[in-house]
């Protein structure tokens, strides 16, 4: 078996322990004398799989029990236009930060439904730096505060301690590429939300997870579909679910708690992400491009002084197992995402490389 490190932003590295164990259970699942993919939704032993893998979420997180959790589909993209549909019910505006790409296209759609305020961005500098938040620029009529928790294309973060106090209004977080993967206290959001891809499995799962008294006042004009109580009386099963993608980011949940929790595993992002920093801070060839004290634990940015030295150095990382390296097009550059999947190894041997690569290239 020749696997390469995987540092693509997503879909990403999964964990080998749990690629294996659903090999293992592929053809058939426990008893069942099938596969999880041909059970229906409303066997036995589906609800157990799903039931199971809320309950580990729930315990991972430590989500309160005045929160539902819901497996939807759609991306994170869908969740865009489900959240200002199901929360800009009462005055019909909302409070954003647009720290990045991923902020503004949920910016953007939120204005379809109703006032977007806009109350700190980035965008001057490129998005390379978490702006500063002044309560006195928060609207507090606002219907919910939204903020992308970790930018994936630019490389910054909001940790737990940077969440503002908006004073009762809702905060709804966008957590699709830092889910599991350092501690946020659920109790001060509203509404949190992840894409599957990145940290917790493969594509087709969103996660969505809401305060209850914020469920049941979407708009009129919000299909069926796309209102979270919808999902929420049924369990997340009022239609079929994405059934494998459940069961496999149930896996995910059981690995994470076998290692320790989310605690633990951001210890290890922070041990990992340390590693490549401090690099990046010592080198004279790579730089890194994002403002040190915003820097992610999941995704980090860097250059070389020449176009020509990106294209060598990531050219020559994929012949020796280090992909999917090249930035995001609107950055350059290179980018390593080092989501919970990526062992630290993976990690030490990038940094060992990019030292060699200096000295040959200096
Ligand atoms: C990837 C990503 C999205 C979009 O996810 P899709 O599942 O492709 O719709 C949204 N927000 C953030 C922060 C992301 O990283």
Known sequence: MNRVFNFSAGPSMLPLEVLEKAQKEFVSYGTTGMSVMEMSHRSKAYEEIIFGAEANLRELMAVPDNYSILFLQGGGSTQF??????????????????????SKKAISEA????????????????FNYIPTLDPSKFDKEADYFYMTLNNTIYGTHIPDSLIPNTN????????????LAERYDISKFGLVFAGAQKNLGPAGLTIAIVRNDLMGNA??????????????KEKSLYNTPPTYSIYFAGLVFEWVKSLGGVDAMQKINEEKASILYDFLDNSKLF??????KDRSLMNAPFILPAEELNAKFIKEASAKGFVNLKGHRTVGGMRASIYNAMPIEGVKALVEFMGKFELENK
């Open 287 to 292: 730089k890194g491009t994002v403002v040190k």
């Open 168 to 179: 009762g209004v809702p905060i709804v977080g966008d957590m699709s590429s830092n889910i």
């Open 219 to 232: 708009m009129d004009i919000t299909p069926t579909m796309l209102k979270y109580d919808t999902h929420a």
């Open 81 to 102: 236009a489900m959240v200002p549909l199901n929360l800009m019910n009462k005055n019909n505006k909302a409070d954003y930060v647009k720290t990045g790409q991923w």
């Open 111 to 126: 204005q379809k439904y109703g006032k977007v305020n806009v109350v700190a961005s980035s965008e001057d500098t490129v």
